[in-house]
């Protein structure tokens, strides 16, 4: 099946939610509730709305473990327990994303990341133009033709140039700088002693990690000794930051098509 001419809106349904519940202001549990959840939906309103896609999907996360929790049971073991409200915010976001004609999609095992990842990836193999809505820069690494990502809270396209200014590396050398330094966020070691502006001086000599490996007697000093007592943890680091592509998503690319349910949505006859 070509996709030629179709505009995939893949949303992140955990990164939207969570940043619009964490800018409410603090007051009874029930007016976050219903604030946070009319919010999200005019969020998603206003996406629909600029960027005209003719397919759609928002990816949740699984209930339980996923495949990253059985390869390293720590990981994001520093993140606070979901509130009990935001539990209840999924749920019914789910049911209303749905009714907006939207699909909506969890994976056993799987994080939202990676039903994203492997769904923008088939997609623009087969020719469709897909935009990522997540302010996550861990999903750069799916930068490439025929894919894009955009922050929706500032109004601007996630780049190969964001990332560079941020990190000092390219897209595809993200996780192995992560691998390196480290990243609090999923509760992931860095290798001891190599901070930012090592790990970034690294990946302008080597290409990747694999290379900075292979080569750390060359690297040598305190660097290159971390490195080599250090390796199989930093392989292991970045395969866990590793989004996957070969998840298989279960449904049909049609079931995926965007159909209009409110007045003032771009509609599409794809």
Request: aromatic share 6%.
């Amino acid at each position: 099946m070509q996709l030629s001419g179709v505009r995939f809106l893949l949303i992140d349904g955990p990164n939207l939610i969570r940043r619009i519940h964490a800018a409410i202001p603090a007051d009874s549990q029930s007016q976050i509730i219903e604030q946070t959840i009319t919010s999200s939906l005019q969020s998603l309103s206003r996406a629909l709305k600029q960027h005209t896609p003719t397919h759609t999907l928002c990816a949740f996360e699984s209930d339980g473990p996923t495949w990253r929790h059985e390869l390293f049971p720590d990981y994001k073991k520093d993140r606070p327990a979901m509130p009990g409200e935001l539990i209840e915010i999924f749920s019914r976001l789910k049911q209303e994303i749905q009714q907006n004609g939207v699909f909506t999609l969890n994976i056993a095992g799987m994080e939202a990341d990676d039903v994203i990842a492997s769904a923008a990836v088939k997609a623009a193999a087969q020719g469709a133009e897909v935009t990522i809505l997540s302010t996550d820069t861990g999903q750069a690494q799916l930068l490439r033709p025929g894919i894009r990502q955009y922050n929706h809270f500032k109004q601007e396209p996630i780049t190969a140039e964001t990332i560079q200014q941020r990190f000092s590396v390219k897209p595809t050398q993200l996780n192995d700088y992560l691998a390196m330094v480290g990243d609090k966020s999923h509760s992931l070691p860095g290798v001891p002693g190599i901070g930012a502006k090592t790990a970034a001086r690294l990946l302008k000599t080597y290409s990747d990690l694999d290379e900075i490996l292979t080569a750390e007697n060359e690297i040598g000093g305190r660097a290159g000794e971390s490195l080599s007592q250090n390796h199989d943890s930093a392989r292991m680091v970045k395969k866990l930051l590793a989004l996957r592509t070969d998840v298989s998503l279960g449904h049909s690319f049609r079931s995926f098509r965007y159909i209009v349910k409110h007045p003032g949505h771009v509609s599409s006859n794809t």
